[in-house]
């Protein structure tokens, strides 16, 4: 059975085809081509007719002039578009021109690093240039370290490498550091909430260094789609850009299917488990012949998917490969090797694969669940038919109430502008540690300021009065022998997650999740029941110290609804708004979080069957929120109760909170959404939104100001969901003393304005 074939079959399948709830085809579309720029020297030329090119994408000629003319240039188009040409091009030119120059290439991940540089060494065999590119990360020996600062021409490294590798050994990387012409950002759309902010102030120390060294290099930076990459990119690195965005590469015509697992459970809205589904769906491709690549959301689920399908096609087990993170190098360089020589017909992976890895032709894409981004979604998706080939891609969601909202609406993937890419440089916390690492590799002059931040000697001085450097004169110093990149994760901030570890089995324990500091004492105190996929866990104890859950399997008729207590004050009123009778601000928050209590919820009737205290430490945390107070005179509190006004209030926030990261490219758990009947500080009904990291990173202003659209988003999502009073879902919790599901549609509604 061919592609098409198996196309038609699924849509016309009894399991499969009534759960479908979209169906579509994009259209294949035409190459657009450009001269080849004829700056170029006539070796570059040479190494492109060696890869068979006469001409290049409109985007590539745009971006290579562009970054030829001396600019700071973005290029931001679909997965296998060729990129990758429009920063090769430029350096390679630069460093014919100049013998000297050298170039810093930045990828996300090790994994991409090393097949850019098997990419840009078999560029240079074709040029004939014979430059020295090579890849600096974790599995880079120690002699092989030490040619590479003396004569690496190109560079190729990760954010990590060059936070705790690079940087604070400045000394030893001169000749790299006094000729650094170019800085290429690859997967920009990738450095975004906390990641995203620590690279922007590693950027900052890395342009720091450079110019201590007399260089202003240029970025060259690439991305996927994202609906403000101008914007994003110049906060990111403090820098003008010139943005390509007109994509020119062919692209072959792509299916794509929406699947969603029936229902199980209506009153909990919990559907069959999306691993299970996945897992049939995949032994159908299988067994088929048809190669397909599957993403998970965690490296659990990868190892679950794998031997879910081993299970159901024993005879094709040497063909099927797992890949994620924690194998070693040689093992995922071997499983990179293999798909592209097209030996394995699956692979299922984290989203290790979704960057611009190569792995070869494959037909079909699978995501288990919404991967946190339309962005990432798309990534995946085209990670399946690259360049002009007839592809199909499948996303099978879970209950999960932002999957939900997706797989009901799934014309939106096709029709929205992508979400907009969110960091925050100016975190206080996370600008005073960069700052800490700048003082060590540089010392600051008190006139000196840490890129475009605006605040730099008051942290100085906060740091020196706390004894973490000394002033001196005119400047600051490092007074310690450790330098600080050791203790700095860029990919986490001061919270930590609590692993969930099942003990079910004596002698056994698997770790089967993780949940974030912040909803560990609502979701996880002991005594809770914990869902996961369906299953049950009762919560036998809660390790806060060490922070674990551990839980064991139960069937019981009852679920747990904690209850916490939250005292927030406002320490700054930044901005104020009438929209359509509500008041709409935004400003600093204190918040003073305690679980108290917890009450067991028999399934199906909603009883009340007891409850329970929660002995769980405070939790403090100063940050950035936004709130919509609701007056006493606003027509939708007409003849209401206090009981029916606080039950649309809580699924209101609940909604809103559902579909907010469609709008903003963050994680569910980076955000929270409270409703309060009545406010301790404004006296009025109220629902707030924070950001879950301390000194917040303004995904809550960015709510706020997109308010109207994420309304009509939240209310589509309640009102086409099939349950009838309600359900987590879309509400969170149903009530059946009240219309809590149409008064919660009709003040979205009112929000929408």
């Known amino acids: 059975m061919n592609l098409p074939q198996f196309v038609d079959f699924i849509k016309q399948d009894l399991q ?28 570059l030329m040479k190494g492109l007719a060696a890869k068979g090119l006469d001409r290049l994408y409109t985007h590539q ?59 840009i060494n078999e560029f240079n065999a074709s040029c004939e240039t014979d430059f020295k590119i090579f890849t600096f990360d974790g599995d880079t ?42 800085i290429v950002i690859d997967e920009l759309h990738i450095y975004r909430g906390v990641f995203g902010s620590h690279v922007a102030n590693l950027l900052r120390r890395l342009l720091r260094i450079a110019a201590f060294y007399g260089k202003h290099p240029q ?14 990119a110049e906060r990111l690195t403090g820098q003008g850009f010139t943005v390509v965005d007109e994509n020119g590469a062919p692209r072959g015509a792509r299916h794509i299917l929406f699947y969603n697992p029936p229902v199980v459970n209506q009153q909990l809205g919990i559907r ?40 159901r096609c024993p005879e094709l087990k040497s ?62 998706f085209g990670r399946a038919g690259r360049r002009s080939q007839e592809s199909l891609s499948i996303l099978v969601a879970t209950s999960d109430g932002t999957d939900q909202y997706l797989i009901q609406h799934p ?37 000196e300021a840490f890129g475009n931040y605006s605040a730099t000697l008051e942290v100085l001085e906060h740091l020196a009065e706390n004894h973490v450097i000394h002033g001196s004169g005119e ?52 005594h809770a029941i914990y869902i996961h996929q369906g299953k049950q866990y009762y919560v036998d104890d809660l390790l806060w110290d060490e922070r674990q859950a551990r839980v064991r399997r139960i069937e019981e008729d009852y679920y747990t609804d904690a209850h916490e207590k939250v005292n927030i004050e406002v320490l700054e009123d930044q901005a104020k708004r009438v929209h359509n009778w509500f008041e709409l601000s935004r400003g600093e928050l204190s918040l003073r979080t305690k679980a108290v209590m917890f009450k067991k919820i028999k399934l199906e009737t909603h009883e009340n069957l007891g409850w329970g205290d929660i002995h769980t430490p405070e939790i403090e945390m100063h940050t950035q929120g936004a709130w919509i107070l609701l007056p006493e005179d606003h027509p939708i509190r007409s003849g209401m109760r206090e009981h029916d006004l606080g039950a649309m209030l809580a699924a209101t926030a609940f909604a809103l909170s559902v579909v907010s990261p469609l709008f903003v490219m963050c994680d569910p758990r980076d955000m929270r959404f409270r409703s309060e009947v009545r406010s301790a500080v404004f006296h009025k009904p109220v629902i707030y939104m924070y950001d879950s990291f301390p000194g917040g990173m303004e995904l809550s202003y960015r709510v706020i100001e997109n308010l109207p659209g994420l309304a009509m988003s939240a209310r589509d999502l309640v009102e086409g969901c099939g349950c009838e009073n309600g359900c987590p879902s879309c509400i969170g919790l149903p009530d059946d003393e009240s219309a809590v599901k149409a008064n919660a549609i009709k003040m979205l509604e009112a929000l929408m304005g």
């Open 319 to 380: 063909k099927i490969r797992a890949y994620r993170g924690g194998y070693l190098p040689n093992e995922r360089r071997k499983i990179e090797r293999e798909l592209r020589e097209g030996s394995v017909l699956a692979v299922v992976s984290t989203n290790a694969l979704e960057l611009g890895v190569d792995i070869g032709m494959l037909d079909v894409a699978v995501c288990m669940g919404y991967p946190g981004s339309i962005s990432s979604l798309m990534q995946q």
């Open 219 to 232: 970025i060259l930076a690439a991305s996927a789609t994202i609906g403000n990459p101008k914007e994003h």
């Open 141 to 182: 020996s120690p002699e092989a370290r030490r040619r590479i600062m003396e004569a690496g021409d190109f560079v190729v490294t990760n954010p990590d490498m060059l936070h705790a590798g690079i940087l604070p050994h400045h000394t030893l990387w001169i000749k790299l550091f006094e000729n650094l012409d170019f």
């Open 272 to 311: 069959a488990s999306a691993l299970k589904e996945t897992a049939s769906l995949g032994a159908y491709l299988l067994k088929n012949r048809i190669r397909v690549i599957f993403f998970c959301r965690s490296r659990l689920r990868v190892e679950l998917l794998y031997t879910y399908l081993v299970e």
């Open 61 to 119: 000629a745009a971006a290579i002039s562009s970054a030829l003319n001396g600019n700071n240039t973005l290029v931001v188009t679909p997965t296998a578009s060729g990129k990758s040409l429009t920063y090769m091009l430029p350096i390679f030119q630069k460093k014919l021109t100049s013998p000297q120059s050298r170039a810093l290439l930045l990828f996300p991940t090790k994994a991409l690093s090393q097949d850019q540089q098997a990419a």
């Open 475 to 526: 400047s600051f110093h490092w007074m310690s022998d450790v330098y600080p990149a050791n203790t700095i994760s860029l990919r986490s901030g001061p919270r930590e997650n609590f692993a969930i570890i099942d003990v079910t089995e004596k002698g056994r324990e698997e770790v089967i999740g993780e949940v974030d500091y912040y909803s560990a004492p609502t979701m996880i105190h002991q």
């Open 411 to 447: 014309a939106d993937f096709l029709t929205r502008n992508p979400e907009q890419a969110m960091v925050n440089p100016d975190n206080l916390l996370i600008v005073a540690d960069h700052i800490k690492c700048a003082t060590f590799e540089l010392p600051f002059k008190k006139t």
């Open 16 to 43: 499969f085809g009534q759960n479908l709830t979209g169906t579509f085809t994009v259209p294949e579309a035409e190459a657009r081509y450009a001269p080849i720029p004829d700056r170029l020297d006539p070796r």
